[in-house]
């Protein structure tokens, strides 16, 4: 490092000999002051810098410093005691990319409007781990990533997010955000937004209008009761869906929530408070990831809005009654998981697509003879089912019916 940083310095002396005009304007006709020798583009002196990096990391620092390499394009910043940056401090250096702020002070009273000003090529902003309450204001627009993790932020303001346009991830996990705190279409301007982490806030209905440029949602551990409609007014790109670890129930998720989402690939909506599956799930769905909750029922109208899943993970609920042919109709099923439930029986009409299915640490106490392969003898059938957990059932494994397993080619079965 040490040995880079001096090779910076030498080249900015270097610039400083072969061209005057750079520092001329200090030293005014006639002027009266002593002339002040100062190069703003110098590496500063707590830091080091190499290449285009500039690492100030650790330093002890409790101002951004005032100095910095023209050709510094990424600024490591994090680990200090900076509480406020001062307007206009980043004015001169146009080239910086990205600004890595974690683990400092900084206050929402210390970020003001003309913070950021200049920073025009600033495309990532990492300010996770300081003590802002509030979503910082006046942004560059240029930004494509901002992390604001792990702070105390209450609430986003309306106008603070108006102009990042470009803005691809935005994550704000770990922070105080409440309904309140988060009206309706703040994001929507953020016409680019791909990726919003929204994980531990207090959050307690998911929020309405989001830009439908967005591909992945995570609310994990808010305490989220409602799903309402109007999430999306128009199509949405959406594809990976996190409501895990909330409080929702039957009552509080809308008919009409997932409307709109006409792209969602996975749905996840482990550790709530469900008794049933919801109704009106998309038919572009193919994970639907439902564990710990209460379900008790599954019926042949439960997937009827989305045959195309392909896995289907559902252990450790409450599951009793079956319907025969509940699955039958999802002829893409790979993956079906009903661990740890009360099931009786192997469910009837199983697809044949299936290649894992897991029933362990159910009440089932017998395998009937077309459990798994059906018993048309011009039907025959090879399945594709390679895993099939049956252990912790109170299945007599001496009355297993002998050609229950038949179609079942290069296979593991677990049953005790
Ligand atoms: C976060 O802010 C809220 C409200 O301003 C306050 O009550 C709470 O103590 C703060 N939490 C932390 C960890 O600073
Ligand atoms: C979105 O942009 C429009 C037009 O620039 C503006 O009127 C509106 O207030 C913005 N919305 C938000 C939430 O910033
Ligand atoms: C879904 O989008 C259409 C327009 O494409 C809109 O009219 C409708 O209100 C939206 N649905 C919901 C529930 O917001
Ligand atoms: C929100 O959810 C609760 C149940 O948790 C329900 O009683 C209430 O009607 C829901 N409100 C809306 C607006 O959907
Ligand atoms: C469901 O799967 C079928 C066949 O694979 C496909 O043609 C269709 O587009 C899928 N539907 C959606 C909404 O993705």
């Known amino acids: 490092m040490r040995f880079f940083s001096q090779v910076t310095l030498f080249l900015c002396i270097a610039v400083l000999c072969t061209s005057p005009t750079t520092f001329g304007s200090r030293f005014k006709r006639g002027s009266r002051r002593q002339p002040v ?37 990424f600024l490591h910043l994090e680990n200090n005691y900076i509480t406020r940056i001062h307007s206009g401090v980043f004015r001169h ?39 802002l309450t509030r979503f910082p204001r006046s942004l560059p627009p240029s930004l494509v990533e901002l992390r604001l993790n792990l702070n105390n932020i209450t609430k986003v303001k309306r106008g603070a997010t108006r102009g990042l346009t470009n803005l691809v991830a935005l994550s704000l996990f770990r ?42 949602i995570r609310l994990e551990n808010n305490g989220l009761k ?19 670890n909330n409080q929702l129930s039957d009552q509080g998720i809308n008919f009409n929530a997932w409307s709109n989402m006409s792209n969602l690939f996975l749905l996840d909506l482990s550790y709530n408070k ?12 193919h994970q639907l990831i439902i564990e710990n909750n209460f379900i ?12 195309n899943l392909t896995q289907i993970k559902l252990s450790f609920n409450k599951i009793r009654i079956i319907t025969p042919g509940s699955f039958t109709r999802l002829i893409h099923l790979r993956f079906l998981d009903l661990a740890f439930n009360n099931l009786l029986y192997v469910p009837r ?10 029933l362990e640490s159910n009440q089932i106490f017998s395998v009937q003879i ?43 079965v677990v049953v005790t």
Do not use: W
């Open 296 to 307: 008790e029922e599954i019926n042949y109208k439960t997937f009827i809005s989305s045959l």
């Open 370 to 412: 077309d459990s798994f392969c059906p018993m048309n003898p011009e039907r025959f059938v090879t399945s594709k089912l390679h895993t099939l957990r049956l252990d912790g059932n109170l299945i007599d494994s001496n009355d297993l019916p002998a050609l229950a397993f038949y179609c079942l080619s290069s296979m593991e």
């Open 93 to 131: 250096f146009p080239a910086i990319q990205r600004i890595i702020l974690t683990k400092n002070r900084l206050i929402s009273a210390g970020l003001k409007a003309r913070s950021f000003e200049g920073l025009t090529a600033l495309k990532r902003l990492d300010l996770s781990e300081n003590k």
């Open 226 to 244: 409602n799903v309402t409609a109007g999430i999306f007014t128009s199509q949405s790109l959406l594809h990976h869906f996190s409501l895990r």
């Open 349 to 358: 009409g199983l697809p044949t697509t299936l290649e894992a299915l897991f």
């Open 175 to 216: 922070n105080s955000i409440t309904d309140a705190g988060f009206e309706p279409a703040i994001l929507k301007n953020m016409t680019a937004l791909s990726y919003l982490d929204l994980n531990e806030n207090l959050l307690e209905t998911v929020p309405q209008g989001l830009p439908e440029s967005l591909r992945e």
């Open 274 to 285: 469900l008794r049933t599956i919801p109704r009106g799930l998309p038919p572009s769905l």
């Open 37 to 73: 020798l100062f190069n703003r583009y110098i590496c500063p002196p707590q830091c080091a810098c190499s290449l285009n990096i500039i690492y100030c990391s650790g330093k002890q620092l409790n101002e951004i410093p005032s100095t910095f390499p023209r050709n510094g394009e």
